[in-house]
């Protein structure tokens, strides 16, 4: 499969292209005919015996009922977290909330609530992260950067982004740098669940960074 991948982001990266932005939120309509972009939501999604779901945002304590279709991944990610689709998990996740309900409609990101509430972790500030595990790694992207961060020297690379292009479900984003030994990085984003072996957390991709001869590969989110 990495393989199959790393051919994919060849093909996409060769088509070069003009940099472009990651799409953004789907939006909806208010009332007096303004777009407005649909809200992001934290917190914690019960799963009821029945299977009907029940949301609990950050800093309420008010049970909300939630419907989600299947294009928004949400059963899929707590089935990924929990085994099936039972209990309860941490989630975010985007969502449609015209009069009063709620409708998931892509979800973001979404992990076991064994550690506790992840309220107080403060929301990622960065369009796209990306990160893996032995050894950690992780790569964010702010729209015009790509920063790779792990623990041995250099600690921090940075890249300005050349080019961005989407092919299916696979987007691949280019930086380059003018400095030092290594000059390109490129990122690979495949849509399609990937589950972090070590916290349990599901993710809405698949990611692999390629610098030079070092690969490495894990999750990404939005």
């Not at 777009?35 to 029945?50: F, K, Q, S």
Request: charged letters at 25%; proline letters at 7%; aromatic letters at 6%.
């Amino acid at each position: 499969m990495r393989r199959a991948l790393l051919a994919m982001l060849v093909a996409v990266a060769a088509c070069g292209g003009r940099p472009s932005q990651p799409a953004p939120p789907a939006q909806d309509a208010t009332a007096d005919g303004a777009v407005a972009p649909r809200p992001r939501l934290r917190g914690t999604l019960l799963v009821r015996g029945d299977s009907t779901l029940v949301f609990i945002a950050c800093g309420t304590v008010t049970e909300r009922a939630l419907t989600a279709p299947p294009s928004a991944q949400l059963d899929a990610a707590v089935t990924a977290v929990n085994g099936e689709l039972r209990d309860s998990v941490w989630v975010e996740f985007v969502a449609d909330t015209a009069r009063g309900a709620i409708t998931a409609r892509e979800t973001l990101f979404a992990a076991s609530l064994r550690e506790g509430s992840r309220c107080d972790e403060p929301v990622p500030s960065f369009e796209i992260v990306a990160s893996g595990n032995e050894p950690f790694w992780r790569v964010t992207f702010d729209g015009t950067q790509l920063v790779l961060e792990r623990p041995e020297p250099p600690r921090e690379i940075v890249f300005d982004v050349d080019t961005s292009a989407s092919r299916g479900a696979l987007t691949t984003i280019i930086g380059r740098r003018a400095l030092g030994k290594v000059h390109e990085l490129k990122l690979g984003l495949l849509h399609e669940d990937c589950r972090d072996g070590m916290s349990d957390a599901w993710y809405p991709y698949r990611a692999e960074v390629h610098m030079g001869d070092l690969a490495l590969h894990g999750c990404a989110r939005r």
